[in-house]
């Protein structure tokens, strides 16, 4: 996954085959719990949402982490013919390394530790069109959040609450409310226009595919009959 990769993980957890119905629901509405995609992921995300706090931006990246997705939820509404209404929940954890460039003042640094994902739950709506293609699948997200929040921890936050109040001796800059967005952070995603995912034949089994097609509306009867 190297492009919108954070996406493509959520997208394919949220149309992937599921192993079992998790409760019995109505026709308009499946809710679902699967595991094939809860595995060790690494490098999904590079760069993070800027901090930006009056004068002081804080820019944020890990260059190398690792995610273990432990279990998903997922309810899907139809909402038009072929479009989804999805609501995915993703427990999830991890660890890494994370990076921050901060300016204020005229001034520049780099601070940089390890970073730890508290063990939680991402939750995650969207809505989006599923077609058929010849080698697979088609998924086309319509509407997505901006960002997904995420928790984590590192002593890389007392960092930078020291360089601030360093900094805010002489600028009178006010290092409030700065903790709270460094231990929450926004993973941003990618705009929805134009962006289309592939879901491979080879990648499914003959009941996975026709569980999906399950979901696609029925083909329009032959002209004439």
């Known amino acids: 996954m190297n492009r919108s990769s954070l996406t493509s993980l959520l997208l394919a957890i949220a149309l992937a085959p599921v192993s079992a119905p998790v409760t019995a629901a109505p026709a308009a509405a499946r809710e679902m719990h699967f595991s094939k995609l809860s595995r060790t992921y690494t490098d999904l995300v590079s760069e993070l949402a800027p901090i930006q706090q009056g004068p002081l931006t804080v820019r944020l990246s890990s260059p190398n982490h690792v995610l273990v997705v432990k279990d998903t939820r997922l309810k899907l509404t139809p909402a038009a013919a072929g479009v989804h209404a999805a609501h995915l929940e993703i427990d999830l954890s991890g ?106 034949d080879a990648e499914l089994t003959p009941e996975e595919r026709a569980l999906l097609d399950s979901f696609l509306p029925a083909p329009a009867p032959a002209a004439g009959r």
């Open 95 to 200: 660890k890494g390394w994370l990076v921050g460039d901060v300016e204020a003042a005229g001034m520049a640094t780099r601070l940089q530790d390890e970073l730890y994902v508290m063990p939680q739950t991402v939750a995650l709506a969207a809505k989006v069109r599923l077609r058929r293609v010849p080698s697979g699948y088609e998924v086309e997200p319509l509407e997505l959040p901006t960002q997904v929040e995420v928790l984590i921890q590192s002593k890389l936050t007392n960092d930078l609450l020291r360089w601030c109040e360093g900094i805010s001796i002489f600028s009178g800059f006010d290092c409030g409310g700065l903790e709270q967005s460094l231990t929450r952070i926004a993973v941003p995603m990618p705009a929805t226009a134009g962006e289309k995912y592939h879901l491979p």
